[in-house]
T-cell receptor
């Protein structure tokens, strides 16, 4: 079974704090993605990566950065958390070798006070 | 702009009843459409995937249909169970020429009551 794990299920941070969300996949997938999910808006792509040390902006990258130092790990960074970044964050991975399905992690519910 | 619209936003049904969820998309050029089930507090899990040449696909009590001409898809759940309570998300994928990008619908939240 493909397994995508995220470092925290729930996280509470204060405005201005630097926040790290970690995602690890165990299927040797080339592609990894970070989404945020808000009620009524669906999933929106923040950043994605096709390979180690490679990153591409998604639809809503402002206020976020990412890091992919190893193939299995993709980190989302909030340099200075703001209340409008309170959301559910979902990580996903997909094989680059003709793979189609994205496999999602359980999500991290982040609250910024 | 590529869009995926789902209806209804939420639905409550009694256990054992059938229901149908709708998805309209404007993604073009189109590659495939996938339905995900997302349990509360969990990530989405794929139920079915269909390309433009497929009209229907089943996965147990879940049956998805696709009309590529009208750009509509539906997910039919037969003999609902309490465990079907979840959000169902329709996702359309553009073709390789469109960057293989995914467009997500807002989801339908289904509650099955005993």
């Amino acid at each position: 079974d493909v397994k995508v794990t995220q470092s925290s299920r729930y996280l509470v941070k204060r405005t201005g704090e630097k926040v790290f969300l970690e995602c690890v996949q165990d299927m040797d997938h080339e592609n990894m993605f970070w989404y945020r999910q808000d009620p009524g808006l669906g999933l929106r792509l923040i950043y994605f990566s096709y390979d180690v040390k490679m990153k591409e902006k998604g639809d809503i990258p402002e206020g976020y950065s990412v890091s992919r130092e190893k193939k299995e790990r993709f980190s989302l960074i909030l340099e200075s958390a703001s209340t409008n970044q309170t959301s559910m964050y979902l990580c996903a991975s997909r094989s680059g070798r003709g793979g189609n399905e994205q496999f999602f992690g359980p999500g991290t519910r982040l609250t910024v006070l | 702009k590529n869009q995926v619209e789902q209806s209804p936003q939420s639905l409550i049904i009694l256990e054992g009843k059938n229901c149908t969820l709708q998805c309209n998309y404007t993604v073009s050029p189109f590659s495939n459409l996938r339905w995900y089930k997302q349990d509360t507090g969990r990530g989405p899990v794929s139920l079915t995937i269909m390309t433009f040449s497929e009209n229907t696909k089943s996965n147990g009590r879940y049956t998805a249909t696709l009309d590529a001409d009208t750009k509509q898809s539906s997910l039919h759940i037969t003999a609902s169970q309490l465990s079907d309570s979840a959000s169902y998300i329709c996702v359309s994928r553009g073709s390789a020429s469109a960057g293989n990008m995914l467009t997500f619908g807002g989801g339908t939240r289904l509650m099955v009551k005993p």
